[in-house]
């Protein structure tokens, strides 16, 4: 196996290796999560693997997960269609920058994307190191976000087209989660900036050292965690992968974001994700 780093920040093409195999060979498999830790992910193609060798890779991780909007495919729970065509109109966004699913109290250690599908050319899919990204902040806005937290919502995103009684049931199932602005990665220990498309507001930010006049809170804590999220689209801190049919990207979802470009209508795209079940950030 080689691996072969698609910039200077983030992400690593893997040659001369199967999934399948990994997926069976623990030294194999460990080589691969040495890597991942390293590059946060690993970009791979040509892998004509079956969805049972997807499903049996992406576990060597840890336990799958099921998406409640986006369903799974029926033979192999936790692997999770994105399919999009003709009936999937641009107007409605497909994504934002995001680190996958924080609105759960766990969110995913990781996943692994396989394209099943793909145009001929758009499409792209773009991961962003959050290490970095919270490495290159100012001392002065590490000094003011460390001890904060945000809440991280199901409700506002993918709940915000539904119907009302069918949204606060699905926030019912899944109340939003508090998690820390700054994480730490608990195999590497790095610090990384953990707010994205997910999170709506600070749970803490409404204190004396912040707020001196009550309408200060608002603007004041509203500006600063958009700020945050977009320092994710920041190019020095990207990597972006082409996709074709059979090509899988392994991302560490503890300390990158991704996007996936809404540039293909109306052509077809579809993709299927193994997410793994991650720990509390802390
Ligand atoms: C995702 O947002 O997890 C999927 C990304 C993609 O479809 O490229």
Redesign the pocket.
């Known amino acids: 196996m080689r691996a072969e780093p698609l910039t200077a920040t983030i992400g690593a093409e893997l040659f001369d290796v199967s999934l399948a195999d990994a997926a069976r060979d623990d030294a194999l498999f460990g080589g691969i999560k040495e890597l991942l830790l390293k590059y946060k992910v690993l970009f791979l193609r040509d892998q004509a693997i079956s969805r049972a060798d997807h499903v049996a890779f992406a576990s060597r991780f840890g336990a799958l997960e099921d998406h409640p909007v986006a369903g799974s495919d029926p033979d192999h729970p936790g692997l999770v269609r994105?399919y999009k065509d003709l009936d999937s109109p641009p107007e409605h966004y497909e994504?934002a920058w995001?680190c996958?699913a924080t609105w759960r109290d766990s969110p995913p250690m990781g996943?692994v994307?396989r394209c099943i599908e793909g145009p001929a050319v758009g499409g792209d899919?773009i991961w962003v190191n959050m290490a970095k990204a919270y490495a290159d902040l100012p001392e002065h806005i590490k000094a003011q976000i460390e001890g904060l937290y945000a809440r991280h919502s199901i409700e506002a995103t993918f709940g915000a087209n539904m119907p009302i009684e069918q949204r606060h049931a699905l926030k019912a199932r899944f109340p939003d989660a508090e998690h820390p602005v700054v994480r730490t990665h608990p195999e590497t220990g790095e610090k990384v900036l953990f707010v994205s498309g997910f999170a709506t507001h600070f749970t803490n930010f409404h204190t004396p050292a912040n707020v001196h006049y009550g309408q200060d809170y608002a603007p004041g804590a509203g500006q600063l965690l958009a700020w945050l999220i977009g320092r994710a689209a920041i190019p020095e801190y990207q990597v972006r992968w082409r996709w074709t049919p059979n090509s899988v990207a392994i991302w560490d979802n503890r300390c990158t974001q991704?996007y996936?470009v809404q540039d293909y209508w109306p052509a077809v795209r579809k993709?299927e994700?193994a997410g793994i079940i991650g720990d509390k950030p802390f």
Do not use: E, K, V
């Open positions: 994105i994504n995001h996958d996943c994307l899919t991704h996936a993709m994700r």
